[in-house]
């Protein structure tokens, strides 16, 4: 029997318990012995490696974060700890590893894998911010959205009790996927992203028209990689006359029960990366595009720009 391990790294995300749950099902169903890796590389440094059962997994699938918790490792950049660290799968006789996180994880798990022998290697894109490129999805961003969904419903209705406008701050990184795809679906009158140039002048004309025709607040859904919300706070007081009140979204958008669908593909991409290791691949990233999975080069994913879709952008654009 083939030992497999499995460990999350970098911001957690709402479907990694549900991964987690169908790696201990499936591996041992194609006849591996699952091990978890404890608190993402730094774990796999300090040897936080430990046989997987059944009852580690029952009851989880419903829970937000991460079972095994996660991390951000700065020792795994030296080539010393990442040796440590593979000396510590090899003590376990571990031949496979899977890892959940983003670009900067996937790098790591290039670095292990160009550095050592017998070992292979499968990442599943896991990050709210759908900043990969290569993959159409992320495991997470659709609790993601229907969380920050929840949110602006609710503050929609304050708005309209008070006429205020409301300035939302959706986290993303460098990346505006969330707050366009929140803009969108919410019925927002503002999307601002990096991705999209704007002009306030125009906003202004287009809002001081809607103030005529009766609007008495305004919903803008702002990313956090332009650091403005406050400014375009004080743009709605001073250039439209009208109250504004900001609301930092943060960190409640991680959390969260797994929705339906980031459960699905939770299995989708744990039962993709256990196939393609058994298949032979040494090094890949299981993506989704185009209507289905695909297994992908590192250096195709974790080391190119992504972008958001021409479609969505060109609906963005709309907006003002």
Known sequence: MKNIAILCSGGD????????????????????????????????????????CYDDVAGIISRGGTKIRTSRSKRFMEKAY??????????????????????GSFKGMQALSDESEGVSFAG???????DIAGTEYCLGVDTAL?????AIDSIRDTASSFSRA?????????????????????GAEMCLIPEIPYDLDDYKLCFQRQRIGGRKYFIAVVSEALNNSEQIAQWFEKEIGIESRITVLGHIQRGGNPTVYDRLMAFHFVTQAIDGLLDGNKSSVICY???????????????????????????????G
């Open 166 to 186: 409301f300035v939302i701050e959706a986290m993303g990184r460098e990346c505006g996927y969330l707050a366009l795809v929140s803009a969108l679906t919410s």
């Open 289 to 319: 595009d185009n209507g289905g999975f695909n297994h992908k080069k590192i250096e195709d994913v974790a080391y190119k720009k992504y972008e958001i879709s021409p479609e969505l952008l060109k609906l963005g654009s709309e907006f």
């Open 82 to 103: 990442r040796k440590q660290a593979m000396d510590n799968l090899k003590s376990h006789n571990i031949g496979y590893l899977i890892v959940l996180g983003g670009d």
């Open 13 to 52: 995300v709402s479907g990694m318990n549900a991964a987690l749950k169908r790696f201990v099902e499936y591996s041992i169903r194609k006849g591996l012995r699952p091990y978890f890796v404890d608190n993402g590389f730094e774990g796999l440094i300090d040897n936080s490696i430990y046989e997987a």
């Open 146 to 150: 229907n969380v920050i969904k929840s």
């Open 124 to 130: 599943i894109p896991a990050t709210i911010d759908n």
